[in-house]
């Protein structure tokens, strides 16, 4: 388990990212899955030596996507972001862009599914010619008018699966697929194109719905048969603790880490 395991940056966002590449030095975590906006603290190329230096492996990078806009010019732009996003990527080494891929437009969720087809449609040459491959998260329902009007593993298995090409794929995050009643199938279906797995744990009472994440073990999620279940379909990459908490950012960054080790290998 150890040897797969990443951290998410967020899981620490308490810490600079030189923090937390220090930190899964020190605690013997051979991944760090990026976030954009903590990259820019230091630039890319400085975070590529950063990670090389200290004997890591990025496991993802966060994100793209949010395709969806009023005007053709806002969505113009928002694909040129994405680019820019798989080139840092490459520059980085991480394997995969994750896509949160944006909310419907003045309510019209299948003019934004039309609009995120698209948009990663153009995006493709980009990614294969980078050989990064673009990762298709569907986020919980509660978020479909914030973040994302992909909000099922079967919606990104269909998504993926229509562009017949192995430069795009989905990413299980527990979190948001854990309640689905197709939950394994889908995860069997997706096979091969199950491009990133992250955990955490669903936690009562919810408070922020992007940000009451539990730490794995803490709650509902049967962390065990889905991880088993994402094996199964033939993944074997990296396993990302993404624990987005303020209570966990409030607490010291190396008793998180213990933490996050000792609850992957109990719980997962």
Known sequence: MLARLSLNQYTTKQWSLR??????A??????????????????????????????LKVSSLCRGGFFPAHSAAERRARIDDSRDAIE?????????LVLVCGPPVD???????????DAIAALIPEAAAYNVRLGIEPLHPMMVMQRSAI??????????????????????????????AELYEQIARAGKNILGFHVSDWIEPLGDPLASR???????????????AVDAAGYDGPI???????????????????????RALAHL
């Open 88 to 96: 840092e990527a490459a520059q980085l080494g991480a394997p995969v």
């Open 107 to 117: 309510k019209d969720l299948a003019a934004a599914r039309r609009m995120i087809a």
């Open 214 to 228: 539990g730490l794995p073990g803490e709650g509902a999620i049967d962390l065990p048969r889905i991880r088993n």
């Open 151 to 180: 909000c099922t593993l079967r919606e990104a298995n269909d998504l993926a699966e229509s562009f017949a090409t192995d430069s795009v794929g989905v990413v299980v995050d527990v979190y948001h697929v854990w309640w689905d």
């Open 19 to 24: 923090e937390a590449v220090e930190g899964c």
């Open 240 to 262: 990302e603790v993404e624990v987005l908490n303020p209570a966990v950012w409030a607490r010291p960054g190396d008793e998180v880490l213990a933490d996050v080790k000792s």
């Open 26 to 55: 020190r605690h013997g975590i051979p991944y760090i899955g990026l976030w954009r906006d903590k990259v820019d603290e230091i630039g890319v190329e400085a975070t590529a030596k950063l990670v090389r230096d200290a004997g």
